[in-house]
């Protein structure tokens, strides 16, 4: 027998550390807990576990702290301890010498150190330890403990609003609009809003630790106090253009201005109806205060929206129809809308919370219908999404928000959730050239229980390794764990993936369609960067489900096909004096025998800014079709008459 040491042993145990416990409801579990601390100060039960949903999902994510410095079910919060995990410092820069992501345009300057919070979030956890009487470091290590601070600050909360205690949760909306920890009305109503949402609409789940916990659906469960009645001061006069009014966004516009050398930043203005095919989603690998500082810097980058940890508050910073320079990939910058979460993506522990995720789901349900954006994972991107423009980019790229943003649970919050059937892209089968099947393919869907799929990481806590539930799974050369990750020529030109909590190239992510390419034992096997890459997927756990939808591949008679990271039009579409861009192929090449999902078809386009009035702006328009696949981690473009599309 081989001895296995080092990666391979890291790779083994990848696949051997058993998934939680099943849940179960013991007479000293999570949810006798609940019951004991709404006796004890007299908070209605479905209050305090439809806060702590609200807050945690009920998990306690191994007793360290969320991005916003909170513990536990409860999410108290202290201010003293900061976020869990490794220094945002540690994160690689990336590629950000044109901020723009536009290779034509000269850098306006380049990304910026974080400053620490200018201002830190209320003390919440040492005033539960006032309240209760329970040392500060239980609170943050004890579930129950924690339980008990947060039903002591409903209490208290409900006192100072001049309410009582009782077991009617109609009268607890104020207090539940304080507990979000908001500093304005308009928040806190919104989170109390999805509180009582979530009392009238029941839930249960399993969780972290393994403890099955149940909140009873009440349909009457209503508030006698209105939205304006939260005590709190209104949200600054504001008209975020692009946000439904239930959030309460503020508007605190991006800066766009000339710079003293040339140039100017930090976003472009789109002549016109701007076509919006993407929404993609970021960690700020920053605290919110520091992200809505940045956006203000004409040097700095742009995005159109910041989500705030704590209780999901939002600020825009650019209308839709102005191009943030987010994506570090200038086709895609000038096609999308991009959300910046407060997060990092290295922390295990710095856990993205209920609120913020329900806010962002709210927001980007909004954008897509008023938009038309489809709600599957070919429009609704991560950043480590995002294919780099050039060769000469791919390897700097980001990789937010990581392999810890809940893909599966933030679709179903999108009221869409990913089960592998896929509805409108079927009929770009019919659209596309080449599109009589000569072939018939299957296809299979990314979906491993984020909860039970726990991966080891190195490069994230303070240990330098973590392991705790993730969406993603890893890739190998075979079906075995002792096998080396899948290569990645474009982010390693000369070395190996790695295990790195920042490193995609062995990895795919959930919701990601992947056509299937065999099955061996517990192991699946799909087309990945060319070559055929296997991922554990045990039939009493699964990590992936059937899927549909078409599928391409070389059309006859080519034995590969190049591969783009933007589709740019051919050099005849552009008019005399606008330089032409090269639709430079990529490393990669998609050999014949091999096929992946196509997620959207698009006739290949340009943006080109002239300068800094929008006047001087031209949309160039190709005739070059091109497909957008799922060819790696990342989403990449093959034009369309160098493929067949068949179904999958």
Not at 182 to 193: E, L
Request: proline fraction near 9%.
């Amino acid at each position: 027998m081989r001895r296995l040491t080092g990666p391979t042993v890291f790779a083994a145990l990848t696949l051997l550390v058993p998934p939680p416990p099943a849940g179960t409801s013991s007479p000293g579990g999570r949810q006798a807990a609940f019951t004991r601390a709404a006796l004890r100060y007299g908070v209605p039960e479905s209050v305090l576990l439809a806060v702590s949903y609200l807050e945690s999902r009920w998990d306690t994510h191994d007793g360290l702290p969320s991005v916003s410095a909170g513990y536990g079910p409860m999410h108290l919060v202290d201010p003293s301890a900061g976020a869990g995990g490794a220094a945002a410092a540690t994160r690689p820069a990336g590629d950000m010498t044109r901020p723009s992501g536009d290779a034509a345009r000269e850098p306006a300057g380049g990304e910026r150190a974080a400053a620490p919070p200018a201002v830190p979030p209320a003390d919440t956890l040492h005033r539960a330890a006032e309240l209760t009487g329970v040392a500060p470091a239980e609170l943050r290590r004890d579930p129950s403990a924690n339980i008990l601070g947060g039903a002591a600050l409903l209490a208290d909360h409900q006192r100072s609003a001049g309410g009582r205690p009782g077991a009617d949760p109609a009268g607890w909306y104020g207090a539940v609009a304080r507990y979000s920890g908001a500093t304005d009305a308009g928040t806190a109503a919104a989170f109390a809003d999805e509180v009582y949402a979530t009392i009238r609409s029941g839930a249960a789940r399993v969780t972290d630790d393994g403890e099955r916990v149940v909140l009873p659906a009440d349909p009457t469960a209503a508030p006698e106090r209105g939205p304006g009645e939260t005590g709190l001061p209104a949200a600054p006069a504001s008209a975020a253009p692009d946000c439904p009014p239930a959030l309460a966004c503020e508007w605190l516009p991006a800066a766009y201005r000339r710079l003293k050398k040339g140039g100017h930043g930090n976003h472009d203005r789109y002549p016109g109806t701007r076509p919006i095919d993407y929404i993609v989603i970021h960690d700020g690998e920053s605290p919110y205060d520091v992200m809505t500082r940045l956006v203000k810097d004409p040097t700095y980058v742009s995005w159109h929206f910041t989500l705030r940890s704590g209780d999901g508050h939002i600020a825009q910073h650019l209308r839709a129809g102005d191009v943030g320079w987010h994506a570090g990939n200038w086709y895609f910058n000038s096609r999308s809308i991009g959300l910046e979460h407060e997060g990092y993506l290295a922390r295990g522990g710095a856990w993205y919370t209920e609120a913020m995720y329900r806010a962002s789901a709210r927001l980007v349900r909004y954008l897509a219908r008023k938009y038309d954006v489809p709600l599957d994972r070919a429009h609704i991107l991560g950043h480590d999404n995002v294919p780099g423009a050039t060769p000469a980019t791919v390897q700097g790229m980001h990789e937010d928000p990581g392999p810890y943003w809940d893909w599966d649970h933030y679709f179903t919050l999108l009221g869409s959730p990913l089960t592998g059937v896929r509805g409108r892209e079927v009929s770009l089968v019919s659209a596309a050239a080449g599109a009589r099947p000569a072939h018939s393919a299957r296809s299979v869907m990314i979906k491993p229980d984020y909860a039970a799929n726990t991966s080891f990481f190195s490069g994230c806590a303070k240990s330098g390794r973590c392991r705790r539930g993730s969406g993603t799974v890893w890739l190998h050369v075979r079906p075995s764990p002792a096998s080396p990750l899948v290569r990645d020529i474009g982010k390693h030109p000369t070395g190996e993936s790695t295990y790195s909590v920042y490193d995609h190239a062995g990895r795919a992510s959930t919701g990601q369609r992947y056509a299937f390419a065999g099955r061996r034992g517990d192991w699946t096997a799909i087309w990945y960067l060319g070559q055929r890459a296997w991922f554990y997927d045990p039939a009493g756990a699964r990590r992936s489900v059937p899927a549909s939808g078409p599928l391409v591949t070389p059309r006859p008679g080519l034995a590969s096909v190049k591969v783009y990271g933007r589709a740019y039009p051919e050099a005849s579409a552009y008019p005399p004096g606008i330089p032409v861009q090269q639709p430079a192929p990529l490393q990669y090449t998609l050999p014949a025998g091999q096929f992946y999902s196509l997620g959207l078809t698009s006739r290949s386009s340009y943006f080109h800014t002239g300068g800094f009035s929008p006047a001087s702006h031209r949309v160039i328009t190709g005739r070059t079709r091109y497909h957008q696949i799922q060819f790696g981690h990342r989403v990449m473009f093959v034009r369309a008459a160098d493929v067949t599309v068949v179904p999958g």
